[in-house]
């Protein structure tokens, strides 16, 4: 089930649409314009393996453990 008021509110009121342009929009397009899915995806276990292994930490590295003294 559609909800049309809450859709209408979220484009005209809250984009700022005029009625005319409201219901000249696809769904899809008045999803980009929400920015729904626009999230950014969670961080899987592959992707944190790739990032540790392109920015190890260790000797020289300028991650949060190193000491800020010498």
Known sequence: MI???GLMRAGIAGLRLRP???WALT???LRVMLGVGAAVPPLSRA???ELA???P???GG???GRSGGA
Do not use: M, N, S, V
Request: avoid cysteine; glycine fraction near 10%; hydrophobic fraction near 45%.
């Open 3 to 5: 909800d049309w008021p």
């Open 20 to 22: 005319a342009e409201f």
């Open 27 to 29: 769904p899809a397009e």
């Open 47 to 49: 992707r944190l393996e």
């Open 53 to 55: 292994a392109a920015f």
């Open 57 to 59: 930490d260790g000797e």
């Open 62 to 64: 300028h991650g949060a």
